[in-house]
């Protein structure tokens, strides 16, 4: 009686053995407790790098990348499971891309469940052991560091408002385990690389010109003060030049998989370490000049033109922004008399009038007692040398700024201030990855600030009119041999 229980047993196992090892697909597929994991089987990848058939291409002005901004020397695989755990992955290198920018993988894949659906992921040129959950971050004033690296631009799944960067998936088969029958990923994957563009801005207009007045700039739209400024501005200023510019509020931190909720794009904390790099604040206040070094001169060759390489932002009240620096020529007739020569170009702004001298301003208030502490016109002209000539100029000037409650635009420079917004995110002040930001400067309706913080460019509408150009980065299908 023993032995007949013993050999019941024995065959129920055995059953349940046979039972287990038949599981119809769809059982596989739920991911059911007890699944047997297949030792090896095969999967081909198509990756493409952000060229013409990738990335963004449905907004108009696509704007050509460099063959450095698209190069990929190395890649990462990831297989996840339906709870985002990284079942496997692979690192590549030496990869070898054709002339459309696609490169096809074949991969031996071990340690995951027949039936099962998994999504794939594609990381390249940067390491991350979880690229779903993990951020990339910069030291202090190295903007993207090197993740904008020539030859060398991390790159990760497109994932924006209207593209998921989980929709990758692949699941695998008994038939699998050929090569010659290799399971396919649902679409070729395509990257993007997870920094924007910043491009050093343009300037069409060389003259300040006439406040508009058509139906986005009404009349109304200005204070009597500044009707005056500006029209005293048109009468006195001769040229005004683009000579600098400078990025303020760059993020220091990025997710490597960007980020979504139902309308808008998500950004790191600051619990993750999230900050700005050359903040708004840095660049002085409203009568102080900071941080000059942060500017870049505007370069005339075409080849040399600066680009600025920066993270994603979407913060409206620290937006990443571009300060303007301008170089103000007066009229020779302007002022009967001139603090400084022509050259040197430095000159006043005292109630919302051009002075090239004080004795000009004495001459306009002539009736007023009082004026400038009761100083002669020579111990303030000698007083703004003596603080032009400093060790800390700028800080010496702030001084008389102060004190006097006078503009001093040192060297005939001034200064403007705009938000970059990316409007195809459709929010205002924010930028995007995978983007590149061209602003150009139509128009010029005041001289600017004293400083970059100064506060008469507190709406550079009032000042500027600046276009920005949102354009997809991609790169046009020229012959480029990536390897």
Known sequence: MKKMNLLVMSLVSAAALSFTSCSDSEDLANDKAGQNKVD???????????????????????????????????GTFFLMD?????????????LEW????????????????????????????????????????????????NYAKANNFAMFNENDKNVKGDSYTVTFTDKNKSKDNAAKVSNPIKLERVTARIDQPTSEGAKIIAYPTDKDHKTSDYTAAEKKAMDDAVKKVDNIELTRYAISNVANTTNIMQKWNDTQLLIPSSATGFKYIQPTE?????????????FNPIVKDENGKHKDYVFENNNNDAATSMYFEYKVTLKDEEGKHRDFPKEDGTFYRYNNIIYTSFEDIFAAYNDVKGLFENKKADVLKKEVEDAKGATDSEAELDKLRQKYNIEIFNCGKTYYKMAIRDQFIGYANAIQRNTVYQLNVKNVFNIGAQVPNGTPDKDGLFYLDVEVSVNPWVQNNYDVELK
Do not use: C
Request: charged share 25%; net charge negative.
């Open 82 to 94: 339906s709870k985002n755990k990284i079942v496997f992955h692979k690192k590549f290198e030496n």
């Open 282 to 294: 840095e660049f002085g206040t409203k009568t102080l000049f900071l941080n000059a070094g942060y």
């Open 98 to 145: 054709d002339k459309k920018g696609e490169t096809k993988l074949e991969i031996p894949v071990e340690d995951v469940i027949a039936g099962a659906e998994y999504k794939v992921y594609f990381l390249a040129n940067a390491d991350s052991e979880d690229p779903l959950n993990s951020t990339f971050s910069t030291t202090d004033n190295q903007f993207v560091g």
């Open 40 to 74: 090896k089987f095969y999967m081909t990848l198509t990756v493409e790098t952000p060229n013409a058939s990738g990335t963004r291409t449905v907004q108009s002005n696509n704007y050509d990348a460099t063959a450095a901004e698209s190069k990929i020397t190395s």
